[in-house]
Nanobody, 113 residues
Framework: QVQLVESGGGLVQAGGSLRLSCVTS????????MGWYRQAPGKQREFVAR???????VYADSVKGRFTISRDSAGTTVYLQMTSLKPEDTAVYYC???????WGQGTQVTVSS
């Protein structure tokens, strides 16, 4: 079982930046991929970004060009650098491992206008 712990959320003004971190109990090299999802109030959880063990990345169209997913050299921390934040980015952000499906506890990101 993989353990995931997110951090780095907070309150930021529109146009600002935040970096989220997700620490995993197993390296990405043994779990193949990690990603970020988000859930805004009253909405379904949606995909944000994913990185594979070979550093292949995928982004949702809504964040492409503004968000960057990366990892540390050990593969045990995955980051989500968020820039040019918009109020519509406000959500709880969850770290995710696809197999076996595992979610972190979430971290709140609030973008004020």
């Amino acid at each position: 079982q993989v353990q995931l712990v997110e951090s780095g959320g907070g309150l930021v003004q529109a146009g600002g930046s935040l970096r989220l971190s997700c620490v995993t109990s197993r390296s990405i090299f043994s779990i193949n991929a990690m990603g970020w999802y988000r859930q805004a109030p009253g909405k379904q959880r949606e995909f944000v970004a994913r990185i594979s063990s070979t550093d292949s990345t995928v982004y949702a169209d809504s964040v492409k060009g503004r968000f960057t997913i990366s990892r540390d050299s050990a593969g045990t921390t995955v980051y989500l650098q968020m820039t040019s934040l918009k109020p519509e980015d406000t959500a709880v952000y969850y770290c995710h491992v696809p197999s076996p499906t595992t979610w972190g506890q979430g971290t709140q990101v609030t973008v004020s206008s």
